[in-house]
């Protein structure tokens, strides 16, 4: 159940918002991300590793640039090669720190536009966890009383 169009939900990615309601932010400081949406509650980390796919966003958006950028270097300008190797050596050191919350942020789009629902909650508001018996709480409760 999609609220926004494909180029709004890429829009907000762009802004580092929600995907959801496009209004909530993405993250809480440089490269703290919050776990979900101040605004929808949409809950952003999916699944544990689920930022695997924004680490090989992150990695082919730096190797396509690099390589794109120095070819056209060498071909274009007279930039001697051990100069545009260094400084495409420089760029792929900081290009992916300053991509980092970008690739999350594309990534988290991507998949909401592919698969929008939410996976259920295993733990729903409501249910009380009180009644649920563990072993542990048994052993703890006849250690206590008795
Ligand atoms: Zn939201």
């Given at each position: 159940?999609?609220k926004?169009?494909?180029r709004g939900?890429?829009s907000?990615?762009l802004r580092l ?5 496009g209004?909530g932010n993405?993250?809480?400081g440089?490269f703290?991300m919050?776990?979900?949406c101040?605004r929808?509650?949409f809950?952003?980390?999916r699944?544990m590793?689920?930022f695997?796919g924004?680490m090989y966003i992150?990695?082919?958006a730096t ?12 071909y274009?300008?007279?930039?001697a ?12 050191v ?7 919350r970008y690739s999350?942020?594309?990534w988290l ?5 592919v698969n ?8 729903p508001?409501?249910?009380s966890?009180?009644h ?9 409760r006849?250690n206590?009383?008795g």
């Amino acid at each position: 159940m999609r609220k926004h169009s494909v180029r709004g939900i890429f829009s907000a990615g762009l802004r580092l918002k929600c995907p959801s309601c496009g209004e909530g932010n993405l993250f809480s400081g440089m490269f703290k991300m919050c776990s979900e949406c101040s605004r929808c509650h949409f809950k952003f980390e999916r699944e544990m590793g689920y930022f695997v796919g924004a680490m090989y966003i992150n990695y082919g958006a730096t190797i396509i640039m690099a390589f794109a950028g120095f070819f056209a270097l060498n071909y274009l300008t007279p930039i001697a090669f051990y100069l545009n190797a260094i400084l495409w050596t420089v760029f792929c050191v900081l290009f992916p720190i300053f991509f980092f919350r970008y690739s999350r942020s594309l990534w988290l789009s991507f998949d909401y536009i592919v698969n929008p629902a939410e996976p259920p909650d295993p733990h729903p508001e409501g249910v009380s966890s009180v009644h649920q018996h563990t072993p542990s709480q048994s052993q703890e409760r006849s250690n206590r009383d008795g």
